[in-house]
């Protein structure tokens, strides 16, 4: 027969086997949306580590890669109308459409260096006035507008801010294309990049909202490439045109581009725009058709607005984002990289169109058949990046314990400042020294990096920023928009004052020197950065 201690002895036993049966089940119990939300920058990829990290039970609940290979991220809902549940081919139907929508403002804003002597000739003045009132200030405004439109997106949705703000981009395109005078033209022309620039602030939304993490790299590639490319398609083909016929032919074909975006966006493109954090969604009233045309236009996306965040933390989530210095440093260092590209693009007209010793003496059909030159560039940089990118993931990945950390993004910037160096300083040379071989072989070598460099950075702030998509577009957007506005104004001088090989000198040494100062430093500390300064 068992003592009174005995039984006392067992059920002490029986109770601390209780308790840590209830610490199992709370440890046990994990948000996956607040660890993918709140984990900024560090995330558990391999399934077998997250069976450490999680525990068994978790792990086996989490939803995997179709390989089986990565964990996936954010976690699919158990819901049809989750994006990340959609099909491959609705994901890349919306994919397609987001980065036609992104080739827009820069497109747009192209059109104006292919017809900037015929400008001039309508309007009786100056190539610098044109160039000035124009390409510079309607590139100022796509920064701003960026910033104005991602507040929109985050308390009405992607969808309907899409739609509006297009179709009045389309509307202010058509009114440059029939202004009378050059004040018109001017006011038409900055107002369409300040609407048309939603997409470029968007497309990052879009992709992190149907795309899990570990192809995000991949599709960010696409949709960058789309709009580094831009610049230079108007010029390209608009170059041809306008040699033959007026500069209105050209923003008539604009428009026409703008309203077949339009038409897409209207007909295919679905909000992707998914509130992962509300436990119940709210009863969606209206359904089919009806429900389609209140989305698109808003009335939805109005609706759900009081379930999304208030205007203060709205109005002020760009500026939460921006001093942070793990995003800070990084940015600065892509406005440089970024801004002196689209000095370029502004200033290259110029220099092929002047006559010597300033320039090569082009004509309209050579200007416009070189600008096919930075149009394969970024195509081979996009080639290029796809792989080099989940290479770096993969290997990263690998050697860390099956952990990804954001910092691994930026060790692609180190394979891009070498070209970044030898494109620039072979441009300069072959501006100055006017050898059309040393112009082209430079201004290709060149956007290879850029393309390589603009993907990595933006999957780095991305990474660290999860829930903040749309300001981290919005800011690397008005970075490198601010930075190119301020280059178109003093580098046409400043080569022909002190040649060209010195200008892109010394732009290629602040940008090698923001460099080293930026890159090394957020890999060596960012992860304190994002654990000591994180949302």
């Not at 620039?197 to 960010?220: E, M, N, S």
């Not at 709210?282 to 045309?293: A, H, K, V």
């Not at 290479?391 to 690998?398: A, E, P």
Request: glycine letters at 8%.
């Amino acid at each position: 027969m068992r003592s009174h201690q005995d039984v006392i002895s067992q059920q002490l036993q029986s109770e601390i086997k209780a308790d840590d049966s209830i610490k199992v089940d709370v440890i046990d119990e994990v948000d996956f949306v607040a660890y993918y939300e709140q984990n900024t920058g560090r995330l558990v990829v391999d399934p077998e580590q997250a069976k450490v990290e999680f525990g068994e039970v978790m792990a086996s609940r989490l939803k995997l890669s179709p390989d089986g290979l990565k964990v996936l991220w954010p976690q699919p809902a158990d819901d049809p109308n989750d994006p990340q549940n959609w099909t491959d081919f609705r994901k890349t139907v919306h994919l397609i459409i987001i980065t036609m929508s992104g080739v827009v403002p820069d497109f747009d804003g192209g059109i104006g260096i292919a017809s900037i002597f015929g400008l001039a000739q309508t309007y009786d003045t100056t190539s610098g006035v044109i160039n000035d009132l124009t390409s510079n200030w309607g590139i100022f405004l796509l920064g701003w507008g960026g910033i104005f439109w991602v507040m929109l997106v985050r308390r009405y949705g992607r969808l309907p801010v899409l739609f509006w703000s297009q179709l009045f981009a389309l509307a202010f395109l058509v009114g440059a294309t029939l202004a009378p005078n050059l004040a018109t033209f001017a006011g038409m022309r900055c107002l369409s990049g300040f609407f048309g620039t939603c997409p470029q602030v968007t497309g990052l939304y879009v992709v992190t909202d149907i795309f899990p993490f570990h192809l995000q790299a991949r599709k960010l590639n696409i949709w960058t490439s789309g709009f580094v490319i831009s610049p230079f398609l108007s010029p390209f083909v608009f170059g041809f045109l306008v040699a033959r016929a007026s500069w209105r032919w050209a923003y008539a074909i604009g428009s026409i581009y703008n309203a077949i975006v339009l038409l897409l966006i209207a007909f295919f493109m679905e909000e992707t725009m998914y509130d992962r954090h509300l436990a119940s969604k709210p009863l969606q009233i209206s359904t089919g058709l009806r429900y389609r045309f209140e989305t698109l236009i808003g009335v939805t996306g109005y609706k759900m607005a009081k379930y999304r965040p208030r205007w203060p933390e709205v109005l002020m989530a760009s500026l939460d984002v921006a001093w942070r210095p793990q995003f800070f440093f990084v940015v600065l260092f892509e406005a440089l990289v970024f801004g002196f590209s689209i000095g370029v693009n502004t200033t290259n007209v110029v220099f092929m169109g002047s006559p010597p010793p300033v320039g090569f003496g082009f004509s309209q059909y050579a200007v416009a058949g070189a600008y096919a030159t930075p149009i394969v560039a970024v195509l081979l940089g996009e080639f290029i990046g796809r792989y080099v990118n989940e290479f770096i993931m993969d290997l990263h990945i690998r050697k860390n314990g099956g952990f990804f950390e954001a910092e691994s993004r930026l060790w692609t910037c180190y394979l891009a400042m070498p070209l970044y160096i030898c494109g620039f300083l072979m441009l300069g040379a072959g501006i100055q020294n006017l050898n059309k071989a040393a112009l082209i072989i430079g201004w290709g070598i060149a956007f290879v990096a850029i393309t390589l460099n603009t993907v990595a950075v933006y999957a780095y702030c991305n990474d660290c920023f999860p829930r903040r998509a749309g300001e981290v577009s919005a800011l690397l957007n008005f970075a490198r928009s601010v930075g190119g506005f301020a280059v178109a104004y003093f580098q046409v001088p400043w080569a022909t004052k002190s040649g060209a090989l010195t200008v892109f000198g010394v732009e290629t040494a602040l940008v090698i020197g923001m460099f080293f100062i930026a890159v090394p430093m957020t890999q060596l500390k960012g992860s304190y950065f994002r654990a000591r300064f994180a949302l």
